[in-house]
């Protein structure tokens, strides 16, 4: 009966290294610069991105990248810093172009730029600039890394909410207003409102810098 | 025994069974049994109803989410990009085409213009443009688009190959604006929409098959919960009525007979115990109070006969000593004083025996009541027959008969003509010195006939109405009140009830049941 249970949980320790190893964060190419007292990361997000974006990004359909960006102590979890945006893209295609709208801290209600070209809009995703961490005196003598996650097309609280509203009551069709007709759907949209859906996620992990490596302009 | 059956309801009895029920808060095994067993009734095939929409829910969304479906509601916005493209080169190709046909007369190309915009399908507006984009020539179609809304759609400028040739300035060029239905734009948000919704929900099937399975559970959760509290009132509402009937069973365990269950109008099962148990108390108290009766009766028979037999043995002595003392004294007394008193000591010596050999009479019939022997009569028959032969009663009082429905009983003619009598004789002597007018009428019950006998006399006392069957009761000087004990004791016989009260209008009013030979055959009563 020992030796079993001494198999069974070297093979729970073996899957759980498997699983960590497959979840461990990816290498960031990231440059820190510190401005007016600021600490400013630019990263390289191009990895983060499928083969296929083009065609994600160029069907019409209303698309989301959210960029989680934490300043952690290279041997720590507790973050001094957080940042996070939201990229909307939509490909207009009857204008042929597309529409981006970024949120962050900054631009709470957003910010549209038009792209034309494929190649200009990822050329602008994948270089995700003057990303604010706060105060550049937060470094002090330790050493630090970015941890970055990037998630493509989560369901978004106010698609979570219609999808919630179309569950609710499927005549509507998913255009909210309509009251509900479905007991039973009613209540599983009620109970729908915690979910958390999986997206499609990239984790990555710059490499350790000091501030003495921070370079000034 | 015959059940009173037909007779309302008694009063429920006061008495621990009666006491008001507490609401309780801990249920009754019973309540709980029941209780579970509902919850378990409706739990087992929700529980498999549960599993069931597990796989049903699993299944509509493989169905509602099927990828094809998802992947061509996400491809519409993409075949609406191709159908504006399509649009598009087809709006440049009839630009190129109007490009072409223009007339070299300059005079003739606003009128070109115009019946361009007027033949060429959704052309709304046709300019002609110097190379500064300033209009030289335009024409602009007046009506409404024939496909309802639309957004313009400008093909051009395009160049105008040797504008000279047209008398047009170096580098003007031909813009055409072009109608696109605006449904499709809607058309087009709609579907991008619904595809994004479908999206959603296909990154969401997981939770929303768990939020669906979850929100039935809660359902049946309700329901199952609704079926135990309903299955636990209903139980309640039975165990306590079982309670009331334990309890009365209990107090009738300890001799209360007075004891009554609240049957309620109910008519299922435990009402009917509820019924059937009252009415078994009531036949017990009354077979009780009748063989009680009939015991002190028989008892107060033998006080009687006794009685008459020591005071009857000494009278005839007495009377012959008292003969012989008046015979001995000489008809011319010496003493006519004591003459006189002898004769009145003689009246009052045969006046007082007179008194006690009636007494010993009445206590000697009282006694020597003889046994019941019934046969069939008709109840009406019988009393307009007594009635008929009872000449000296219709003397003394007005006999007043309502004959009833035909009421075959089993009745002994001679106890039975012997009860009216004395009922009636009760009554004369009531009534007094008023001439007796007496009410005797027939009627027939459910299973008993019953025939009253009221007079408008002043009425019996109801606290008298207790004792007034009692032997040697009597409110009156000169009764010895054996007459109404010997009326209970032969109805008693006859497997009847006797009861007084107080007649409508004024008077007494003593009503007999005697069981319907229809609905038994009755036998005489053995005291």
């Known amino acids: ?217 | 025994m015959t059940a009173p059956s037909d007779r309302a309801p008694e009063p429920p009895a006061a008495g621990p069974a009666r006491r008001r029920r507490r609401p309780r808060l801990t249920p009754s095994r019973f309540e709980l049994k029941i209780a579970g067993a509902l919850v378990l009734a409706a739990v087992v095939p929700l529980a498999a109803a549960l599993w069931l929409a597990r796989t049903l829910t699993e299944e509509n969304l493989a169905v509602a989410l099927n990828p094809r479906v998802v992947a061509r509601l996400e491809a519409t916005p993409a075949l609406y990009g191709d159908l504006f493209q399509a649009r598009k080169q087809l709006y440049a190709e009839q630009a190129r085409t109007l490009l072409g046909e223009l007339p070299q007369n300059p005079a003739r190309l606003k009128a070109f213009l115009a019946a361009a915009v007027e033949r060429t399908p959704r052309l709304r507006r046709a300019a002609l443009l110097d190379g500064g984009g300033a209009v030289l020539y335009e024409a602009e179609a007046s009506g409404p688009n024939p496909d309802g809304e639309w957004r313009p759609a400008t093909a051009g400028p395009v160049a105008v190959p040797d504008p000279a040739r047209h008398g047009l300035p170096a580098g003007a060029a031909l813009e055409c604006t072009f109608a696109v239905e605006a449904r499709f734009f809607a058309d087009l948000s709609e579907a991008r929409d619904l595809a994004e919704v479908y999206h959603s929900a296909e990154a969401l099937r997981a939770d929303i098959q768990r939020s669906y399975v979850r929100a039935f559970a809660v359902l049946l959760g309700a329901w199952a919960l609704a079926a135990g509290l309903a299955g636990a009132l209903l139980a309640r509402r039975t165990t306590a009525r079982l309670g009331d009937l334990l309890r009365a069973v209990r107090q009738l365990a300890k001799g209360n007979l007075s004891v009554q269950v609240e049957a309620g109008s109910a008519r299922d099962e435990v009402a009917g115990l509820a019924r059937a148990f009252n009415a078994m108390v009531r036949e017990v108290r009354e077979s009780r109070d009748r063989i009680v009766y009939l015991e002190k009766i028989s008892g107060w028979q033998e006080v009687a006969r006794r009685l008459a037999h020591e005071i009857k043995n000494p009278l005839t002595p007495i009377q012959l000593a008292f003969q012989q003392l008046e015979a001995r004294y000489p008809s011319r007394p010496a003493d006519p004083e004591f003459a006189r008193l002898l004769a009145d000591a003689g009246d009052i010596v045969r006046e007082e025996i007179g008194t006690l050999k009636r007494l010993v009479e009445e206590f000697s019939s009282f006694a020597q009541l003889p046994e019941v022997r019934l046969e069939p009569a008709e109840l009406n028959l019988f009393l307009e027959e007594f009635v008929r032969t009872s000449p000296q009663l219709g003397e003394e009082a007005e006999l007043l008969l309502e004959r009833g429905p035909d009421c075959p009983v089993a009745l002994d003619r001679a106890l039975m003509r012997r009860v009216l009598t004395n009922l009636i004789r009760n009554a004369i002597a009531a009534s007094r010195p008023a001439r007796a007018r007496l009410h005797l009428s027939v009627a027939r019950l459910e299973e008993h006939a019953r025939f009253t006998v009221a007079d408008e006399g002043p009425g019996v006392p109801a606290e008298l109405r207790e004792r007034i069957f009692d032997p040697y009761f009597t409110t009156r000087h000169e009764g010895t009140g054996l007459g109404l004990a010997i009326v209970k004791k032969i109805v008693l016989q006859h497997g009847g009830e006797i009861a007084v009260s107080a007649r409508p209008g004024g008077g007494a009013s003593f009503a007999l049941e005697l069981p319907l030979a229809a609905h038994e055959a009755p036998t005489a009563r053995e005291e």
């Open chain 1, 1 to 217: 009966m020992v030796p079993l249970l001494r198999r069974a949980g070297l093979l729970a320790l073996a899957l759980a290294l498997a699983t960590r190893a497959r979840d461990a964060p990816r290498p960031l190419a990231s440059t820190v610069e510190a401005k007016d007292g600021r600490l400013l990361a630019t990263l390289d997000l191009a990895p983060a991105f499928p083969q296929d974006l083009k065609r994600v990004l160029s069907n019409g359909l209303s698309n989301v990248i959210v960029l989680h960006v934490a300043l952690v102590p290279e041997h720590g979890d507790e973050p001094v810093a957080l940042y996070g945006r939201e990229v909307d893209v939509l490909y207009d295609v009857w204008e042929e172009s597309y529409t981006v709208t970024v949120k962050d801290p900054s631009n709470p209600r957003g910010l549209s730029r038009s792209f034309r070209d494929y190649e200009e809009l990822h050329a602008f995703l994948a270089e995700a600039r003057a990303i604010d961490l706060g105060s550049a005196a937060e470094l002090g003598s330790k050493s630090w890394v970015l941890r970055t996650r990037i998630e493509l097309n989560p369901v978004s609280r106010e698609l979570l909410d219609r999808t919630r509203e179309f569950i609710a009551n499927p005549a509507a069709g998913g255009r909210g207003g309509a009251p509900s007709r479905s007991v039973l759907g009613a209540m599983a949209s009620y109970l729908l409102r915690g979910a958390e859906p999986g997206a499609e996620v990239a984790r990555f992990e710059s490499a350790p810098f000091t501030a003495r490596e921070v370079s000034t302009p």
